[in-house]
């Protein structure tokens, strides 16, 4: 699955396993409920690759997962940047 800044991201398992990384622990305390991964980057103050990063680990390690995102080729980039800004202004 290739990874998106859309892509909605949520904790399986009621228990915050632990993490190597603070940043890390972090994302699977935010994720108790389904999170767009511009959303977990806006919650921790982090760049947009490096929360990349961290969320693509925590999936990789069966600590997170990843709900199914539109086809992108069903969605103009317009309509994509219109939901994360409406996303980023609610938080």
Do not use: K, W, Y
């Not at 892509?7 to 396993?17: D, I, K, M, N, Q």
């Not at 921790?44 to 997962?65: C, F, H, K, R």
């Not at 709900?67 to 940047?81: C, F």
Request: charged content about 25%.
């Amino acid at each position: 699955m290739e990874l998106a800044i859309e892509t909605l991201v949520e904790r399986p398992v009621s228990e915050v396993t632990n993490v190597e990384r603070f940043e890390s622990q972090r994302v699977l305390e935010l994720a108790t409920r389904p999170l767009s991964v511009a959303e977990v980057s806006a919650h921790l103050g982090l760049p947009l690759g490096t929360t990349l990063v961290l969320v693509s680990d925590l999936l990789e390690s069966g600590q997170l997962s990843a709900h199914e995102t539109t086809d992108q080729s069903d969605v103009s980039n317009l309509d994509i940047m219109t939901r994360i800004i409406h996303r980023v202004r609610e938080l």
